[in-house]
């Protein structure tokens, strides 16, 4: 009988061995491929297992490495040849990890898939730094967003106006390059200048930094101090909790 080859959709977290799943570590363990992005970081892309054979899909900034078609077409491609494959990205692979299209390749092409959750960064990495998402006092709402898209063109997917009505909080991942456009647009629509603005870089890695200011400011601050990606952006008064150098706040 042919063997069947399954594809394991894995996410890593948001960097570092201590907060990948036991169920991530057995399925990585037992892969024969491992098709992986950048983003995992050193920790996990250095012990990925010998035995497997290992493609490097990651993004480094607009160069891609090999194009979303073609990683599909990778995955299909051994988990027909009876192969276990692991598909592995940071966080987790359904919060704006492209998880979903690659799923519904798989679906399409009759493969097994099995979804391995990971710690998505926009909760982890604002937690990590003592910023809740929600707090009675301050958010009963949260909104997590892609900042890839430039909010001053007009064909933006999403709702600026609604968003800076929203008293909730924002979260944006991949934000970094359109922060000055999305604070100005939200601004523009309403939204209180002066709520509070926490960029962490680098979230729950060795070189983790934090950087702050008022939303009407916060993209030159942001450029004055070099910000750079992977980062999330964290939009609202749940970053008042939020204390430099928290001694009482133990790093992972
Ligand atoms: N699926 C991932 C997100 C992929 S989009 C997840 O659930 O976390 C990539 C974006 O995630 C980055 O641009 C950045 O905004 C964010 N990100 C991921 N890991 C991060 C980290 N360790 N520190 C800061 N931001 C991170």
Redesign the pocket.
């Known amino acids: 009988m042919e063997r069947k080859g399954k594809v394991y959709l894995v996410?890593s977290g948001?960097?570092g061995m201590g907060l990948l799943t036991v169920r991530a570590m057995e399925v990585i363990a037992g892969a024969e491929v491992i098709l992986f992005d950048q983003?995992p970081g050193e920790e996990i892309l250095s012990a990925l297992p010998a035995h497997a054979e290992k493609i490097d899909c990651g993004k480094y900034g607009n160069r891609h490495t090999l194009e979303q078609e073609e990683i599909e077409d990778l995955m299909v491609r051994y988990a027909r040849e009876g192969k276990q494959v692991v598909r592995l990205?940071?966080?987790?692979?359904f919060?704006?990890?492209r998880g979903g299209e690659e799923m519904e390749v798989l679906r399409m092409n009759d493969i097994q898939v099995e979804l391995v959750p990971?710690v998505?960064?926009?909760v982890a990495?604002p937690g990590a730094v003592g910023i809740p998402l929600t707090h009675r006092k301050y958010a009963s709402q949260v909104t997590i967003l892609t900042g890839h898209e430039d909010p001053t063109k007009p064909e933006s997917a999403l709702d600026w106006e609604l968003l800076a009505r929203g008293r909730g909080t924002i979260v944006i991942?991949?934000?970094v390059k359109n922060l000055p456009m999305i604070a100005g647009a939200l601004v523009a629509n309403g939204k209180d200048p002066e709520t509070p603005v926490a960029i962490?870089?680098?979230?729950?890695?060795k070189d983790q930094r934090v950087t702050t200011g008022p939303l009407r400011e916060i993209g030159a601050i942001a450029g004055d101090a070099g910000v750079k990606?992977?980062?999330?952006i964290v939009i609202g008064d749940v970053v008042r909790l939020y204390r430099e150098g928290d001694p009482w706040l133990i790093p992972l």
Do not use: H, Y
Not at 229 to 232: C, D, K, L, M
């Open positions: 996410g948001p960097g983003l990205k940071g966080g987790d692979p919060v704006f990890g990971g998505t960064s926009a990495v991942l991949m934000g962490i870089e680098r979230g729950l890695r990606p992977p980062a999330v």
